[in-house]
Nanobody, 120 residues
């Protein structure tokens, strides 16, 4: 079983930056691809970025140019560096293992996520 734990969220102002972390543990040797998603309260979950070794990345248009996804050397932690945050970025952010070009196919149980609140 794979476990996913997200952290790094918080309350910030418009234009601020945050770095989120997704720790992947459990029955996995190394990740193949991990995606970040966000869910607005009561809303659906949107995919925003994916990473696959060695350094392949793709982004949703809504965050392209502002967010950067990366992984640590052991590829057990996947980061989401968020810059120039806007109130519309307010959401719960989650990660999951998913094929790079099919990020809607989540392969592990969802974690609790980490909440990001951006105030104007």
């Amino acid at each position: 079983q794979v476990q996913l734990v997200e952290s790094g969220g918080g309350s910030v102002q418009t234009g601020d930056s945050l770095r989120l972390s997704c720790v992947v543990s459990g029955d996995i040797v190394s990740i193949t691809a991990v995606g970040w998603y966000r869910q607005i309260a009561g809303g659906h979950r949107d995919w925003i970025a994916s990473f696959a070794p060695p350094n392949r990345t793709i982004y949703a248009d809504s965050v392209d140019g502002r967010f950067t996804i990366s992984a640590d050397k052991l590829q057990k932690i996947v980061y989401l560096q968020m810059a120039d945050l806007e109130p519309d970025d307010t959401a719960i952010y989650l990660c999951n293992i998913a094929p790079l070009y099919r990020p809607l196919i989540s392969l592990a149980p969802w974690g609790q996520g980490t909440r990001v609140t951006v105030s104007s």
